[in-house]
């Protein structure tokens, strides 16, 4: 460390406390009432978190006490698995025990808040990252942290320091918080928008503007119903849906069964094939790609963790369950099941595994992006959830799926509808980008503000305040007279 201010020194842990000392390394047997036991888990934000931690017997936590005697002022610092976070317990804390992967620290001639922000700091971070051993788990032995070295202010610096930190690290904390609600809050805004979409509140105003489509949604499926007839078949019962989740739709728009908007094929709507004929030997480095769950997000297509199907398999089995481009993806499990997606045209063919439906929509009367919306849609995820079954899983059969009810309004009326959610879930897009962007820039400004302070830069120099070599000296002087321990004499051989 070079470049500090006058006044400022380089001293190792064990120069300025008079304890360090780690945790239990064999913690006691756990009980159901009794004193806690700490771990690294419950140092966190620079506190200490008493929401889960291990109860030990009163017996056990007065040899464990006996070792560690944590008490106010003490600086914690996690040494084993995270290294390096760091809380000062408070006046009025109760006692506890600790495990190893806990270190006490001991100055009470430096400021406890000051040398907790200090070994935050970045350079004393990647000295205590680099001095880490193990394999399955990384931690510092106390020798080291022992030899670890802190710049040292002028002791009032130090609490100028420690205070300043105090005051904008809090804003820093209140900021992030604030940033971190801001992915739920997305998430709301985009349902807002599929509820809207799909009650037909959205277009209100645009129905207002294009009179003349009453019913038009109701009579175009209609007109398709002796050709789709010949090509689906439904099997099953219809879904049975209770009344109040069917909500009232606009005059031009109607209830109807999801089969009927689908193309006249008999392959339009299916799920991946069953049995025998579906088996992992059959899976490739190459070939044809297969769409499991993890493949259909809502409204987005996956591309991770491929898997490929033999493409000679492929051509005598699985034909029928493939995909080209524009499809509609829906999942056949989940919590609830129904997220739905399009399979992106011009990747190639692929196939769907049996946990997962495609439907190829009829153009004429439906939008395959509408229907997507739809399936995404909080109405949607209503509705499956009252008909979906499962112990361990939800699921929807493809008997359900096809009987499916879609409120449809006229396919002029569709495509507004695509545009605007698109317009506005574009508008969300770019509040993440800014949002991923704001997380990024507060995730380095405390690492910022910590280098900052420990250059000397954050709070002015004082020149009347006592050099810090001085507390050292008067430090190691007080050292030199205390008393030393006196060693027990070895017992005299016989």
């Not at 390096?84 to 109760?94: L, P």
């Not at 963790?305 to 699985?318: L, Y």
């Not at 993806?329 to 692929?350: E, F, N, R, S, W």
Request: proline share 7%; hydrophobic share 40%.
């Amino acid at each position: 460390m070079i470049g500090l201010p006058r006044g400022w020194h380089v001293a190792s842990l064990s120069d300025i406390c008079d304890r360090i000392v780690d945790g239990s390394h064999n913690p006691p047997k756990g009980v159901d009432i009794g004193r806690p036991m700490l771990s690294a888990r419950n140092i966190q934000d620079r506190r200490i978190n008493f929401g889960e931690y291990r109860l030990i017997s009163e017996a056990d936590f007065q040899v464990e006490h006996q070792r560690t005697a944590v008490r106010a002022g003490d600086v914690l610092m996690t040494i084993v698995g995270t290294i390096g976070r760091t809380a000062v317990v408070g006046d009025h804390v109760s006692p506890f025990a600790l495990q190893r992967s806990v270190a006490v620290l001991r100055a009470p001639s430096f400021d406890s808040q000051y040398l907790s922000y200090a070994l935050e700091s970045p350079l004393v971070q990647k000295i205590l990252g680099d001095s880490a051993q193990g394999t399955a788990q990384k931690g510092v032995y106390l020798k080291t942290l022992g030899s670890i070295a802190v710049p040292l202010a002028p002791l009032p610096e130090q609490k100028r320091i420690a205070d300043k930190l105090d005051t904008v690290l809090a804003r820093v904390d209140a900021c992030r918080d604030r940033l971190d609600r801001i992915p739920a809050l997305l998430k709301r805004f985009r349902q807002s928008i599929l509820a809207a979409a799909t009650s037909g509140r959205l277009t209100e105003d645009w129905r207002a503007t294009n009179p003349g489509q009453d019913n038009q949604a109701e009579l175009e499926v209609s007109a398709k119903e002796i050709k789709r007839t010949a090509g689906v078949k439904v099997r099953g019962a219809s879904i049975q849906v209770e009344a109040e989740l069917l909500h009232p739709l606009p005059p031009s728009w109607a209830w109807i069964e999801n089969h009927r908007l689908a193309a006249a094929d008999s392959n339009a709507i299916c799920a991946g094939p069953f049995g025998t004929i579906f088996k992992a030997k059959d899976f490739r480095d190459s070939g044809v790609p297969i769409i499991f769950l993890r493949h259909v997000g809502a409204g987005e297509y996956r591309t991770h963790k491929p898997n490929f199907m033999d493409s000679a398999v492929w051509k005598e089995h699985h034909q029928p369950y493939s995909v080209f481009g524009g499809e509609l993806l829906v999942t056949k499990l989940g919590d609830p099941p129904g997220d739905a997606c399009i399979y992106p045209a011009g990747i190639g063919t692929a196939m769907v595994t049996p946990d997962v439906m495609k439907m190829t929509v009829d153009q004429d009367v439906a939008r395959t992006e509408y229907l997507m919306h739809y399936f995404n849609s909080p109405t949607s995820k209503k509705i499956t959830e009252s008909v979906c079954f499962g112990v361990t899983r939800l699921r929807i059969d493809l008997s359900l799926f096809k009987t499916f009810p879609i409120p449809t309004p006229p396919r002029a009326e569709q495509h507004e509808i695509v545009r605007r959610v698109e317009t506005l879930f574009a508008f969300a897009d770019r509040l993440e980008a800014r949002l991923a962007t704001a997380r990024k820039q507060a995730g380095q400004l405390t690492p910022a503000l910590l280098a900052k302070a420990f250059r000397g830069e954050l709070v002015p120099q004082d020149p009347n305040d006592e050099p810090a070599t001085e507390l050292l000296k008067r430090l190691a002087t007080q050292r030199d007279a205390a008393p030393k321990p006196k060693r027990g004499r070895k017992a005299a051989s016989a």
